[in-house]
């Protein structure tokens, strides 16, 4: 088995070959002014090689995933594996208006069509059930942060903290993590107004006094947890903290959740950002090996 890895994700990328006990391989890229890319790979690739990377701003690495995958099975690749913690495209599961393109489909079969095995973590699915109907691969496996999360909060010693999903469909996953740290949970509502502006109704519990854990598989905008940190805090807790498997922190979100009154960040290296403290290179390469 071999990793092969790019330099935007390097270091998590290193980590998952050193937990499979198997060789690393930086994939050279070389892009052109036209906006074109050339890729080199080893010249001789053993049966089954790992590509390790995030799908974070996802168009130009689409195309390099495509010209990797079809250059690995030239030089002798015969079983590829896709290990993308943070899988692109996955929230535009239905057309809303007419004419709209349903992208998850269409780029899950793409990555299907390059790869036997695509393994994620924590993808965005609320209409369907299963991965591999988003990604119909010969094997896809949707992967859960829960218990590398459950792990961290019991280890910085957090059990006493109220965990609080976003949304109703937060509650399974967050739940979860309560299973597993024996951390208290609830779950908050929530009515998505535009693609930037939310309204969050808190569960009606008492917030006074009481360390409050945001959770959350993705932190996009922030706006979302920046609003759920106001209202618990004018609820009276005496702190708020995200714990996200996914930041992808677009544009001010880190500004917008600071103002908020959000006191410290943490999250998966899914996406590359300061705030990594818990890495997925154990959960990945479990699931490699299984």
């Known amino acids: 088995m071999l990793v092969l890895g790019f330099d935007d994700y390097l270091d998590a990328g290193k980590r998952l070959a050193e937990a499979l006990g198997c060789p690393f391989h930086l994939v050279e890229v070389h892009r052109f002014p036209d906006g074109e890319h050339r890729l080199r790979l080893p010249a001789d690739l053993p049966e089954h090689v790992v590509v390790c990377r995030s799908l974070f701003d996802p168009n130009a690495k689409l195309v390099e995933l495509l010209l990797l995958a079809q250059t690995a099975r030239e030089n002798s690749a015969q079983n590829l594996t896709l290990a993308a913690p943070y899988l692109c495209y996955m929230r535009q599961d239905a057309a809303f208006h007419p004419g709209e393109a349903v992208s998850q489909r269409i780029i899950g079969r793409l990555l299907a069509g390059l790869f036997d095995e695509v ?19 010969e094997r896809a496996q949707s992967l859960s942060a829960a218990a590398p999360m459950a792990e961290f909060i019991r280890d910085e010693g957090m059990q006493e903290a109220l965990l609080l999903g976003p949304d109703e469909e937060s509650e399974s996953w967050v739940s979860a993590i309560a299973a597993i740290s024996g951390n208290p949970y609830a779950v908050a509502k929530k009515v998505r107004l535009d693609d930037a502006s939310v309204r969050i109704a808190l569960p009606d519990i008492d917030m006074k006094g009481r360390r409050i854990l945001l959770v959350d598989d993705m932190i996009s905008t922030g706006r979302t947890a920046a609003e759920s940190a106001r209202l618990a805090l004018a609820k009276g807790a005496s702190s708020v903290e995200c714990l996200v498997t996914h930041a992808l922190m ?8 600071a103002r908020a009154g959000v006191g410290r960040i943490v999250s998966t290296d899914s ?14 390469a479990e699931a490699l090996r299984a």
């Open 250 to 257: 677009a544009g001010d979100a880190k500004e917008q959740l």
């Open 119 to 137: 393994i994620t973590v924590d993808p965005h699915l609320h209409r369907i059930d299963k991965l591999s109907e988003a990604v119909p691969a």
């Open 271 to 284: 996406v590359p950002d300061e705030s990594n403290r818990i890495f997925l290179a154990g959960l990945l």
